[in-house]
């Protein structure tokens, strides 16, 4: 009967469990975004320099990033790290790890166009001030390609958090790991588990990332209402 179905959620610390799963994949989004958001600052930052051998060298280092499937990344991080280099870390550490790389290079694409889009005339009003080149980035390129780069930093928020689901793959017990496992305990007994725990791991992704998409949305709008 479908009520059961959804009585196996609350049953024994099915529900706790599932809460424990969603935090595990939060933050290792959150702390992949912070550490590969430092990360993509620099490196975009570095791609704005007129060294050539410096702008292809994270120019290439974006392109494999942006051509290598994320599943792929993971398993490389998960399996090669621990064989060839032995690295034993939790395989909540290696997908922060693998997260990170992926998101310092898409950040520092989004720093760098930032960065090249603040207009010309406020750097010149900025030289005329007398400013050097370190107080011209910190007080006049920086606030201004900050803003710029916020609606691209929130909708890589979000694409890191979807991505989370793919941390089944590699044992981790994220929210979809302790979910399936939840429905093959009870799918037998149950028909419709499986219907009520991916339903509410929908619902629980939806309230995750839903704000962050509505914010996007509205500093787009802003940004558009400005020009």
């Given at each position: 009967?479908?009520?059961?179905?959804?009585?196996?959620l609350?049953?024994?610390?099915?529900?706790?469990?599932?809460?424990?799963g969603?935090?595990?994949?939060?933050?290792?989004?959150?702390?992949?975004?912070l550490f590969g958001g430092i990360l993509g600052i620099l490196f975009g930052f570095l791609r704005t320099r007129s060294n050539r051998l410096v702008k292809l060298i994270f120019r290439l280092y974006l392109e494999f990033f942006r051509i290598v499937p994320t599943v792929v990344l993971l398993f490389l991080v998960?399996?090669?790290?621990?064989?060839?280099?032995?690295?034993n870390w939790p395989g909540t550490w290696m997908a922060v790890l693998a997260f990170t790389l992926w998101v310092a290079a898409e950040y520092s694409d989004i720093v760098r166009g930032a960065l090249e889009s603040v207009p010309k005339h406020q750097i010149e009003a900025g030289e005329a001030l007398g400013l050097n080149d370190r107080q011209l980035f910190w007080y006049v390129s920086l606030p201004q390609a900050f803003q710029l780069a916020l609606p691209g930093t929130i909708n890589l928020a979000t694409r890191v958090i979807k991505t989370t689901s793919l941390l089944m793959l590699i044992s981790v017990m994220d929210v979809i790991n302790i979910g399936q496992q939840i429905i093959e305990a009870n799918n037998n007994e149950h028909p419709t588990t499986v219907f009520w725990v991916y339903g509410?791991?929908?619902?629980?992704?939806?309230?995750?990332?839903?704000?962050?998409?509505?914010?996007?949305?509205?500093?787009?709008?802003?940004s558009k209402e400005v020009k």
């Open positions: 009967m479908a009520h059961s179905g959804i009585n196996v609350f049953a024994g610390h099915n529900f706790a469990r599932l809460m424990g969603l935090w595990t994949s939060v933050w290792i989004a959150a702390l992949s975004i998960y399996y090669i790290l621990p064989r060839q280099f032995n690295v509410l791991i929908f619902i629980l992704y939806f309230i995750v990332d839903y704000p962050l998409s509505w914010w996007e949305r509205r500093l787009r709008k802003s």
